[in-house]
């Protein structure tokens, strides 16, 4: 099947090393004999070699550099080290899967292959477009292909043991009442603004300031650059996907939306009360009115005690099985459509099921991913199109002299930036790729035009310099304001300060910190009962008060924070009240299951890797790890 697929290039691909330099992800079979002197670290009989992990390194810093993550130098040896263990891991998870014998046939890899967007052409897999994507990248078929195998049997290691991990009613109960916690406090907050307004300020002091910190008010070198983009998302407005072409992509997807049975429910709750007995005899009761009669959805509105749900027919939505744990789920995955269960009883209450639709498993219907299929051939249609003004753009740079003639043969609008510092700016931010090709190309005197940078898969441009602007000491007069500012911010927050320790003594005290309030403008008092979820609080302030533990014996909890704003609040934590999950909407319970299963099955997998680690022999050289990289 993949012979038939690539039918083997005529080309030559024998540079491994390159090969693994170009691919934008982590091979799990690190070969032993790469050339080198030296091993990072060592799994069992496993090696990994110097160059192997500098390589990978290389790539990680390369994609923070497109992604305009800049990391300092004394965090890179945290990513050294990062890497080091990504590393260890795929070979530790490979090595599972060897001798447990998960493999993937050339078949499935074929169809894999053939369905991934990168390789098609109006919704056909494209050998040649195959082809040109992997000689582009000096890859070798056979090498993707095993790749490919590689990293799909990983994922369906991990995707079979996340997918055994469980949350127990009484974790997601607690997690319930967690998320719902609400608690009472009186914030003091104090106004740096306020305080600061008053605040005089000597000339000599602000002159002291500024010659004393002028390195704080340079103006970087820069440069003043024109240049000419090419943007894929401006090639977007204009592409039509048919309906024809959409119905091909969705019949040549695979197993991509492939999807469990899934069933959808409506239900009447009774809230477990102080008397069990009763809410069952409640629920009882209910059923029996159903079964002589009465509408169940008459009773949803007049009895359930789900307020999430009541409203919409008591809809718990079309879930799997694996999102309905425990007797509920049995229960629903047990009905035949129409029916109506018996009371079912769970951590919240008493259940009575009407089971109102079945969808068996199969594809997803194409009605549901018509729009996420649209946008995928509108981009892969961007993206051909995007390449393709990429080799006109470069075959006209052999006739250019400079950019405005490059840019009126290929109809495109030349675009100054002034200014170009070293952090970057303009509409590029703090892009490295473009700071990096800017200023050297002005080391190296280079001021024709550029060859084309990619700044990422979406953007591309050729520059040329204009000018070049030497650093130097911004004037007093320009930065006056912005020491005054800094200078009043600074006295403020010692006034601040003292304020705060005035106001938590009192509170310590348990006395009234109300005088404060009155005496000092910038003072405010608020009593408040916040939630845990909410956005309406400050963030900061928010994480402090229930970072607390719960105040205990009628003694509050009191502490100090600076807020989002700059503020300072000063806080007493005086009551913690539990949240009930049944007062939580039925959406909200769902999203909270979900969340704790994803943690769960993350958990799980960490600890699946920890048992391989102990299990493994592995030696690592700290000394080669911490050491500083050619690449930086």
């Known amino acids: ?134 000689n582009e990248r000096v890859i070798e078929p056979s090498l993707f292909e095993e790749n490919q195998r590689v990293n799909i049997r990983k994922g369906q290691l991990e995707r079979g043991i996340r997918a055994t991990s469980f949350v127990t009613p009484s974790e997601y109960r607690r997690y319930l009442n967690l998320i719902g916690e609400q608690r009472n406090a009186t914030i003091a907050e104090i106004d740096l603004s306020v305080l600061a307004e008053p605040i005089n300020l000597e000339e000599e002091d602000i002159q002291e300031y500024y010659s004393s910190r002028s390195n704080e008010f340079l103006q970087p070198e820069s440069i003043d650059f024109s240049y000419i983009e090419l943007r894929k998302d401006q090639l977007n407005n204009d592409l039509e996907i048919t309906d024809d072409e959409i119905l091909q992509y969705y019949n040549d ?41 009465e509408s169940f959805s008459d009773l949803v509105l007049s009895i359930s005690e789900d307020e999430g749900s009541k409203q919409s027919d008591g809809d718990l939505g079309m879930l799997p099985r694996s999102q309905l744990p425990g007797a509920l789920g049995d229960t629903i995955f047990s009905m035949v459509e129409g029916e109506i269960s018996e009371v079912v009883r769970t951590d919240f209450g008493f259940h009575i099921v009407r089971l109102d639709k079945v969808e068996s498993d199969g594809k997803v219907p194409l009605e549901v991913v018509e729009s996420e299929l649209r946008q995928e051939l509108i981009l892969q249609k961007a993206g051909q199109n995007f390449t393709d003004q990429e080799r006109a753009l470069s075959d006209a740079l052999f006739d250019a002299d400079d950019l405005n003639q490059l840019a009126d043969n290929i109809g495109l609008e030349v675009i100054t930036e002034e200014s170009f510092s070293g952090q970057g700016g303009g509409s590029f931010g703090s892009n490295q ?200």
Not at 265 to 290: F, K, V
């Open 253 to 293: 997807s695979g197993q991509r939306f492939a999807q469990d049975e899934r069933r959808q429910a409506s239900h009447i709750l009774i809230l477990l009360g102080e008397d069990e007995a009763l809410s069952l005899q409640r629920a009882s009761d209910t059923l029996e009115r159903i079964n002589n009669g």
């Open 433 to 632: 790729i473009v700071i990096d090709a800017v200023f050297d190309a002005h080391r190296d005197d280079n001021y024709e035009l550029s060859d084309i940078l990619e700044i990422d898969a979406n953007r591309s441009i050729v520059f040329q310099i204009e000018d070049y602007n030497e650093a130097e000491v911004m004037p007093l007069e320009d930065v006056r304001d912005t020491i005054i500012a800094d200078m009043k911010l600074v006295s403020a927050e010692v006034l601040a300060n003292d304020i705060a320790t005035r106001l938590e003594n009192l509170l310590i005290k348990e006395e009234d910190i109300q005088e404060i309030a009155d005496e000092l403008s910038s003072v405010t008092i608020a009593n408040k009962l916040m939630n845990r979820a909410s956005e309406e609080d400050d963030f900061m302030l928010q994480a402090s008060v229930f970072s607390e533990k719960r105040p205990k014996d009628g003694a509050p909890r009191i502490g100090t924070v600076i807020m989002s704003n700059g503020n300072y609040a000063v806080y007493s934590v005086t009551e913690s009240i539990y949240g009930i999950p049944e007062s939580i909407p039925q959406n909200e319970r769902d999203d909270a299951r979900e969340l704790l299963n994803q943690r769960s099955g993350l958990s799980d997998y960490s600890a699946f890797i920890s048992e391989l680690e102990q299990r493994a022999d592995i030696t690592k050289n700290d000394e080669l790890i911490s050491s500083s990289s050619l690449f930086d």
């Open 1 to 134: 099947m993949l012979q038939n697929i690539r039918e083997r290039f005529t080309g030559r691909f024998a540079l491994v090393v390159l090969a693994l330099i170009c691919l934008p992800f982590l091979f799990f079979g690190v070969p032993n004999d790469f050339i080198a002197t030296e091993n990072v670290a060592s799994i069992d009989d496993i090696n990994i070699s110097q160059p192997y992990f500098e390589n990978q390194y290389q790539n990680e810093m390369l994609r923070y550099d497109s992604e305009g993550i800049e990391i300092p130098d004394e965090a890179r040896i945290f990513v050294r080290q990062n890497v080091l263990n990504n590393i260890i891991n795929d070979v530790l998870t490979e090595q599972f899967i060897n001798e447990n014998g998960i493999n993937i046939s050339d078949e499935f890899i074929a169809r894999v292959i053939q369905s991934s967007p990168e390789f098609m052409v109006d919704g056909q897999f494209s050998r040649d477009r195959y082809y040109t994507w992997l």
